[in-house]
């Protein structure tokens, strides 16, 4: 997440954005699990990140796939998985299995 921070930090030399129609991320993995000191075990994950324009439209759609994805993948492993909220410290703990 944070080489996505960086791509979207990215400015033209006239200062501007160099990626400025992209509002906001979302990444996650079924396959490839996370560890954090917070999380008891290997997880799965979805993080999401926006820019400040982001709209709440936007931001509520990704909330919406996260639930939905959560809801299924849930489903198919046949119990119910876990959510965690981490703070910015908490997320620079975390590390890929």
């Known amino acids: 997440m944070l080489l996505v921070a960086n791509i979207l930090k990215k ?10 129609s992209i ?5 996650l993995s079924y396959r490839l699990l996370v560890s ?3 999380i008891p075990g290997p ?12 709209s709440g439209t936007l931001r509520e759609l ?11 993948l849930s489903q198919r492993v046949g119990h119910q998985i876990p959510r965690y909220q981490l703070s910015t ?6 590390e890929f299995l």
Request: glycine letters at 4%.
């Open 11 to 20: 400015r033209k030399p006239d200062g501007s954005l160099q990626y400025s």
């Open 23 to 27: 509002h906001a991320v979302s990444a």
């Open 36 to 38: 954090s000191p917070r």
């Open 43 to 54: 997880a799965f994950f979805w993080l999401n990140g926006q820019r400040p324009t982001c």
């Open 62 to 72: 990704q909330a919406r796939l996260e639930t939905a994805w959560y809801a299924t």
């Open 89 to 94: 410290e908490e997320l620079e703990a975390v």
